[in-house]
């Protein structure tokens, strides 16, 4: 009886031991796998990079031809006009250039100076720049006149533009001069306008009247 029941043992466990053994025998062979080749996936790979080379292919041919009209438009144009079309002509130091206190604190620490850049005719123009402002008390003529002077460099003017429903200039704000009595006598504000593009150089002053600032 036992001889029996061993002999059933093996034979089950046998069973098993196979059953376990197929897939992996079949997996291993290829049979009833999904499993690609390595030359498929080449191919697969290389269709792939020939589809992005055609994308970018075409993708250059369209930058080309867009920049081929740009070319096209731009030799159709007069040789005057691709010199510098947005000429500028002067500038201006507006009436609101003057003395502020900005924190109402009795004490006018700040100067704010608007310059306004205008092409010929007559209009503002956001003309790009280097600025150099001075402040001047040009009664002082037994001491030091130049009482101080600011640079503003063209990356920094671009963002000081300001413009209104009546106006528009850049408007340039610099702590007012330690010890600057602003307002015993008349300062003069001049300032020198240099044009990126053409390297004209422009001027213009302006007194500010002590009573008007704030």
């Not at 031991?17 to 796998?33: D, H, T, V």
């Not at 159709?76 to 900005?102: G, M, W």
Request: proline share 5%.
């Amino acid at each position: 009886m036992e001889s029996v029941r061993l002999r059933q043992f093996v034979v089950l466990t046998s069973g098993l031991i196979g059953a376990c053994l197929l897939p992996c025998f079949l997996a291993g062979c290829g049979i009833g796998s999904a499993r690609k080749k390595p030359h498929e996936i080449k191919v697969q790979q290389i269709a792939r990079e020939k589809t992005e080379l055609m994308r970018d292919l075409q993708q250059c041919k369209v930058e080309n031809e867009q920049l081929a009209d740009q070319v096209r438009t731009l030799s159709a144009l007069p040789q005057e006009t691709r010199v510098n079309p947005y000429r500028l002509k002067s500038i201006t130091i507006t009436r609101y250039t003057n003395f502020y206190d900005k924190d109402d604190d009795g004490v006018r620490e700040k100067l704010i100076v608007y310059v306004g850049p205008i092409d010929p005719e007559g209009d503002a123009l956001k003309a790009a720049g280097t600025v150099n402002v001075q402040l001047w008390n040009l009664n002082n003529l037994n001491g030091q006149a130049l009482l101080a002077q600011w640079q503003v460099e063209p990356e920094d003017l671009r963002h000081t533009w300001y413009d209104t429903l009546v106006s528009a200039s850049y408007r340039l704000t610099f702590d007012t001069p330690e010890g600057l009595d602003v307002l015993a006598e008349p300062l003069t504000v001049k300032v020198t306008f240099t044009d990126y593009i053409t390297g004209e150089i422009f001027r213009e002053q302006r007194t500010l009247d002590p009573e008007l600032s704030q």
